[in-house]
């Protein structure tokens, strides 16, 4: 068939041209892939180098530029993460960063499909901001760069293939002479396995860092060969660890599965018994360097410690009560003979973080601070700090709780600071007094005796006596449980006569130098919140 005279044939007619929706989204999932397979194989080659000890940094662009953000935020921002995700926040992180990632790839894609320079240019600088972020991070080496190039080296190639075979198959549209039409078809093909063989090349290639990074296989072998010496001197008695009965309460000890775990590791380090030193010096007469052989032919003895989060808000779950096995601290500080000047501790991570301690807290006879090994009769969980962690009563964590420890530099709070104190938190940590309704929790219950029972607890001051209100009506005492100690949290329960309505239940504890916790409240930033926790229970 032909059209009027003059005319050309219908069949030579320009095709209507794509919706505009279908010429973006195939260049987009183009660069989605492919900075997939970038991410996937710098993933895989840093896993490798970790694993076989070739580095010292971080060559994971994925937690590098995760801790470089972490490094960089402030009170407030840390406060809200906490808040809103609690232990999830590094989840949370890692899930924006990947949002980030993809929507840039996606970008790259997309401009790549115009103009080929320029998309390899955004990846260009996308990796380059990776770079200097594990540039930033301590121990770095150029060597921690490898994966990272080797990554953008794969992804480039991999984007501009793509990118030529998605042009290839755009032809037929604006060239349907039947030779275009084979190569758009033949570049169709070609697109389609490049894209789901840089697709399923990612995913194996995240597969196996993942299986490296998280086989361990030296480390969980080292924590499974770890016997733990007997503690010398007394333990905590059976008195002592007596959990009240009442339902839905905290239990005196927190099972190590459901302690909270708050710190800047994005990837939990790595480190075995071996592997493990402790170097003590700064203002000191002595330096001292351990390994873990010598650290285990040192006394050990055990205590119930309460570890609580600066981060905690006013009835969170950022505390845990454990029983630690370890090497009293000021025992090996006394060997070192610090300075009559020094008045502070830094203590660093295998992974860079900084905590600083004043001196006195870990020197005082009455406080019994550990270089620990072991919670609830077993060696550390890796997570929690394996091999060697600090506990220290009376203190946040962030001055105090340093999780896989390898170095103690006596000094001063005007020379040194520790990792939080720059970033806007106070240089010194003690624990304030506080306590929390566990039960009940809000929600309705019956009318008659209604046990409301949680924790109170001041770190190395003790409790002195817990006392719930009802409708701001007068304190009442709450009964105290036996168990626990003036460094641990104290159950406690009251017996409420719950009449029908909506009622509000609040609590308050004393310590044990009789001061009585404030109920002003405020937020965790800089040193810890205040305030009664509240809950509104309505009695059927």
Known sequence: MTSKAGSAPLLDA??????????????????????????????????????????????SPVVALGQA?????????????????????????LTSIAVVVTVVAAVAGIVAARNRLIGLLVVVTMAAVAGLAVLSRPKASGTDLLPLIVGTVVGLFTLSYLTDQWTRTQLAVSNP?????????????????????????????????????????AVQASRAALRLPAPTGPTPTPAELASLEVSGISPMVTPPDDFYRIDTALSVPQLSTQDWKLRVHGMVANEIELSFADLLALPMIERMTTL????????????????????PIRELLARAVPSADADMVLSTSIDGFTAGTPLDALTDDNRDALLAIAMSGQPLPVEHGFPVRMVVPGLYGYVSATKWVVDLEVTRFDRDEGYWTPRGWSPMGPIKTGSRIDVPRGGRVDPGKVAVAGIAWAQHRGIDKVEVRVDEGAWQPARLGEGGTKDSWKQWVFEWDATKG??????????????VQTGQQATPAPNGATGWDTVTVTVN
């Open 69 to 93: 953000f972490i490094d960089r935020t402030p009170p407030w921002l840390k406060d809200f993460a906490v808040s809103t995700f609690g232990t999830h926040d590094k989840t949370a992180l």
């Open 308 to 327: 609580t989060c600066v981060s905690n808000e006013v009835g969170g779950e950022l505390i845990g009560n454990q029983v630690w096995l370890g090497h």
């Open 177 to 217: 002479t039947p030779s275009e039409q084979l190569d758009a078809s033949l570049g169709r093909r070609a697109f389609l396995r490049g894209l789901v063989g840089a697709g399923g090349a990612a995913v194996l290639a995240a597969v196996g860092s993942q299986v490296i990074a998280h086989a361990s296989r």
């Open 14 to 59: 320009q095709p209507a041209p794509r919706p505009r929706s279908a010429t973006i989204w195939w260049p987009a999932l183009t660069g989605v892939v492919a900075g997939a397979l970038t991410i996937a194989v710098a993933e895989l080659i840093a896993a490798l180098l970790v694993r076989t000890g070739h580095t010292h940094g971080t060559p």
């Open 502 to 515: 909506e009622h509000t239940l609040q609590v308050r504890a004393t310590d044990g130098q009789d001061d």
